[in-house]
């Protein structure tokens, strides 16, 4: 599948196409979508055959994917419902804590990497509730390191008071298992735009920069230094079914709403446009899908001290 960046400006919406607003905390997304498919080249006739309409020939479905990388598909979802989970529930920077759990060893077994959480989070919470604290709820994302160890990205949620302030070195031993870091969060969108980003690159070592394509490095700044990243280079490290993002029970979903582009574009006004991007993808034989998506921000969104927004 090819992909192209174009001009949002450029792009025609008609008052009448339908498009999909989505409601995440103070933000709200209006996604257009056009696809043109000229030929209807396969027709799924089991679980496991399909038919190639030009020929008549029946195939099978081609097994799963072992990881990630073969699907880039996959991972484009999975990276879109983590910034939609962040931007929902994350809406005042004051009640969350970043919390990054690592480990000494190079542990490379996601299922105990879950079950660790799991004890850890239980640990966790009786200390809060032993000492009045209100309980948060969480969202969790798994990420490989370059040399294939695991660690965990936890953002932590109080819906109805400000975040403690907790020790680090008390944290660890409650882990466990190796360090941990803890961060205030001044921007949920930041969070959300790094965790999207960082999460498929890997970043490698300066001698080992002229082996690779130049087509596959980018630059990036963290904490003001420049380092190079390879595009998609974690991707591979990714069980095709490992879940990457978890979360507790209260959680709230995103809302989503399809309606004419007018009525849109009426219920985002007054409304700041933060973000607009467009693209298209295609085959280059038959397919063609063109994607413009638009985030407006609310500037007067609060969250009042129950948890409900105004």
Not at 64 to 81: A, F, L, P, W
Not at 247 to 258: C, M
Request: proline share 3%.
């Amino acid at each position: 599948m090819q992909y192209e960046k174009l001009r949002p400006e450029e792009i025609y919406i008609p008052d009448t196409d339908i498009v999909t607003v989505t409601y995440m905390g103070k933000i709200t997304e209006i996604q257009h979508i056009t696809t043109h498919n000229s030929k209807v080249r396969t027709i799924k006739v089991s679980t496991d055959e399909y038919v190639i309409t030009e020929t008549g020939e029946v195939n099978k479905y081609a097994r799963k994917s072992e990881n990630r990388s073969q699907s880039e598909n996959s991972i484009r979802k999975t990276m879109r419902r983590i910034r939609e989970l962040i931007q929902t529930n994350v809406t005042d920077s004051k009640k969350v804590k970043w919390i990054t759990l690592t480990y000494k060893e190079n542990m490379t077994d996601t299922k105990r990497l879950y079950e660790d959480f799991r004890r850890f989070n239980q640990r966790f919470i009786y200390q809060l509730t032993s000492c009045g604290i209100e309980k948060p709820s969480y969202i969790s994302i798994a990420e490989p390191q370059g040399r294939g160890a695991w660690h965990l990205h936890i953002l932590y949620i109080w819906k109805n008071s400000i975040a403690p302030f907790i020790y680090n070195d008390a944290f660890a031993d409650l882990w466990g298992h190796g360090f941990t870091k803890i961060k205030a969060l001044k921007d949920s969108d930041n969070i959300a735009n790094y965790l999207m980003c960082y999460l498929t690159d890997i970043e490698i070592a300066p001698e080992l920069k002229e082996y690779i394509p130049d087509d596959m490095l980018k630059e990036v700044t963290d904490n003001q230094q420049k380092k190079s990243v390879v595009k998609g280079g974690r991707l591979h490290m990714y069980p095709a079914q490992m879940n990457i993002i978890r979360h507790s029970n209260n959680i709230k979903y995103p809302k989503k709403i399809k309606m004419p582009y007018k009525k849109a574009l009426e219920l985002v006004e007054g409304k700041r446009l933060k973000f607009e991007t467009a693209f298209r993808m295609t085959d280059g034989k038959d397919f063609e899908s063109i994607v413009d998506r638009k985030e407006f921000i609310d500037e007067k969104f609060q969250t009042s001290e129950n948890g409900r927004n105004r």
